[in-house]
């Protein structure tokens, strides 16, 4: 009897094993304002060889949604809930005291429950005041990378300070930021000798905005008249370089087949003729002693200015940019590779960003792995299966306005009101508040209604005399050993 008990546990023990080792490894990879028309399978001029072989593989999310800024669409994709519940409206800034409150468990951490080893390669802009905020301290297992909105390229700095640096370390090292974060996603997979499936979240910093690139790549889009459009080019165009290494690292080490591939952009593009941008250079420059009590600094004026004139994205025949909660700021290119379990082809439901989380994990632990008290919903089987599933409520909000999509219905509230069947009116050409004024209303309470958390981001006041910029001098230690001061000076004792 018990040498049957020993064989049965032994063989329990090796079907764990087994089942634990056919999960398939998981690769996000997010690029950061990737326009609409910025990717070659749809139309672009832009070179993006390895991106559009993953979209003829794979499952093209034709009506993918994002948030119209870089923290909230994280925010989301990290918890698979809303960011406006999370309090994370807007970009969180360098010097702010509090990023994703440090209470939510987040994806690495319910994937690592499920058996997996997370690995994050790049841009975190969920919270940098101390370590308690940085991926090292939330359930990645390696970080590197920076913890602000966007550096330098070259000199990779932000708002005064050097912001690189791996596992809370500062690092000083040349080479362009697209390269090296493609070094060492490529480096991971190669060292990865573990039975645990990875989870790699490549957060590339490409296409943010400074424009920079090498030079060789520049000069492959002679053809482009327009100076920020044709860097812009040539940085969408090192990123698919870098993608096409990763897959390539993938294949080398077997893992490839057994690999589920998320691409997608944070945000629309930053176009460079951005109304919003233009809207805020025009209020600061008439409004600025009545707001900040003494002028606006010409530097300040000449950020902004970058923002809404420099931008080089294409969102198409998709209306607004960034920041925007018209289409073209959180409508997004998008796809799913996965061979061996997805099929090919385009997905046209909605499918959002905080549908992630719970999608992903009933791919890898089932339903019943999916917390309670996300706003998110499993696409898992209407992806593979063509299954219906429940498509929620989506909100999101901009720097003037909020929409709520309850699909194909979209609502615009803020400075003005209006309501467009997106799946029918992708380019919001024809508003049909005044024909479904029920509608609007309905709409209008459960935004009213929405659940919000409080307010992490900072308004623009409060960060105008100290901008986040990307790249530039250094003024202040780097923002790796500024965390670790903060966070001594967060433990001192009170001297009240």
């Known amino acids: ?22 999960a398939p490894n998981i690769v996000i990879i997010l690029a950061d304002d990737l326009g609409w028309n910025d990717v070659g399978y749809h139309g672009s ?12 593989e794979g ?34 800034a360098k010097n702010q005291k509090t990023g994703l409150d440090l209470s939510e468990r987040i994806l690495p951490q319910r994937l690592n429950s499920l058996g997996y080893r997370s690995l994050m390669v790049g841009k975190w802009h969920l919270g940098n005041y101390t370590p308690a905020y940085a991926p090292p301290a939330r359930g990645f297992e390696h970080f590197y990378g920076f913890l602000s909105g966007g550096i330098g390229y070259w000199d990779h700095n932000h708002g005064g300070g050097h912001d690189w640096q791996r596992n809370g370390k500062t690092i000083r090292e040349e080479g362009y930021a697209t390269h090296l974060l493609g070094d060492e ?11 645990q499936p990875l ?38 165009t090192e990123l ?9 690292a993938l294949k080398k080490r077997q893992m490839l ?31 600025g002693d009545f707001f900040f009590g003494r002028p606006v600094p010409i530097s300040v004026l000449e950020e902004f200015a970058k923002f809404a004139f420099d931008g080089g994205s294409d969102n198409g025949l998709l209306r607004g940019t960034k920041t925007s909660t ?34 992903f994990l009933e791919a890898v632990g089932g339903p019943q792995s999916i917390p309670e008290g996300i706003h998110g919903a499993s696409q898992w089987r209407s992806l593979v299966k063509g299954e219906q599933t429940p498509k929620p409520d989506y909100l999101v909000t901009g720097f003037d306005n909020t929409a709520l999509y309850q699909p194909p219905w979209k609502l615009i509230t803020g400075d003005r009101v209006e309501l467009y069947d997106v799946f029918a009116d992708p380019t919001e050409s024809n508003d049909m508040a005044a024909l479904y004024p029920e509608r609007v209303v309905q709409m209008q309470k459960i935004i009213q209604q929405w659940p919000a958390g409080e307010e992490r981001g900072v308004e623009i006041r409060e960060i105008i005399f100290d901008m986040d910029t990307f790249g530039g001098p250094e003024d202040r230690i780097p923002w790796a050993e500024a965390a670790i001061e903060n966070a001594k000076k967060e433990t001192l004792p009170n001297d009240n």
């Open 45 to 56: 001029e832009i070179n993006t060889p390895n991106i559009d072989r993953l979209a003829a």
């Open 257 to 287: 087949n057994n690999t589920l591939i998320l691409f997608a952009s944070d945000n629309g593009g930053l176009s460079g003729d951005s109304p919003e941008g233009a809207s805020v250079i025009r209020r600061l420059g008439k409004l």
């Open 185 to 195: 996603a490529v480096q991971l997979i190669e060292q990865h000798q573990s039975q």
């Open 59 to 92: 499952l093209e999310l034709d009506r993918f949604y994002a948030q119209p800024t870089c923290s909230p669409t994280r925010a989301a994709l990290m918890t698979g809930k809303s960011p406006k519940t999370l309090g994370i409206s807007r970009a969180i």
């Open 326 to 359: 018209l289409e073209g700021g959180v409508r997004v290119p998008a796809l799913l590779w996965w061979p061996e379990q997805i099929p090919a082809g385009t997905y046209p439901e909605f499918i959002s960003v905080s549908d992630i989380l719970p999608t």
């Open 199 to 236: 989870f790699l979240y490549l957060a590339m910093a490409a296409p943010h905005m400074p424009n920079e690139a090498p030079q060789s790549s520049i000069d492959e889009y002679a053809s482009i008249s327009n100076p920020n459009r044709r860097i812009h080019a040539a940085m969408v």
């Open 1 to 22: 009897m018990l040498s049957l008990i020993l064989i049965a546990s032994l063989f329990n023990h090796a079907q764990a094993a087994a089942n634990k080792s056919s």
């Open 240 to 248: 698919d370089t870098q993608i096409g290494r990763v897959m390539d």
